[in-house]
């Protein structure tokens, strides 16, 4: 059983910046897909940025260009990087791991093989 554990969810500012990490201990995420999902209040579920285990990546269109996924295999460690958050991204954050190749329905909808407990991302000002 894989255990994938967020942090680094709280308050930003809109134009601001969250850096969200997902832990995974032993876990080696390069032979995986490695996704974030949120889902908003009121609001289906989304697939945010995913990476793949050929390390191509891919973001859902309303957070291309301000967010990167990257994951750093040495420290077990998945990272969304969060830059000029708007209102509209407050959510709850998920992580989730899955077999490759990467699938955003399967993503949105958490029929992944394992994902964390989320963490949660409040933009106002």
């Known amino acids: 059983q894989v255990q994938l554990v967020e942090s680094g969810g709280g308050s930003g500012q809109p134009g601001g910046l969250l850096s969200l990490p997902c832990a995974a201990p032993?876990?080696?995420?390069?032979?995986?897909?490695m996704a974030w999902s949120r889902q908003a209040p009121g609001k289906q579920r989304e697939a945010v940025a995913a990476?793949?285990?050929?390390?191509?990546?891919t973001y859902t269109d309303s957070v291309k260009d301000r967010f990167t996924i990257s994951q750093d295999n040495a420290k077990h460690t998945l990272y969304l990087q969060m830059n000029n958050l708007a209102p509209e991204d407050t959510a709850m954050y998920y992580c989730a791991a899955d077999s490759p190749p990467c699938n955003y329905y399967d993503i949105t909808v958490l029929a992944v093989d394992y994902w964390g407990q989320g963490t949660q991302v409040t933009v106002s000002s």
């Open positions: 032993g876990y080696t995420y390069s032979h995986y897909c």
């Open positions: 990476i793949d285990s050929d390390g191509t990546t």
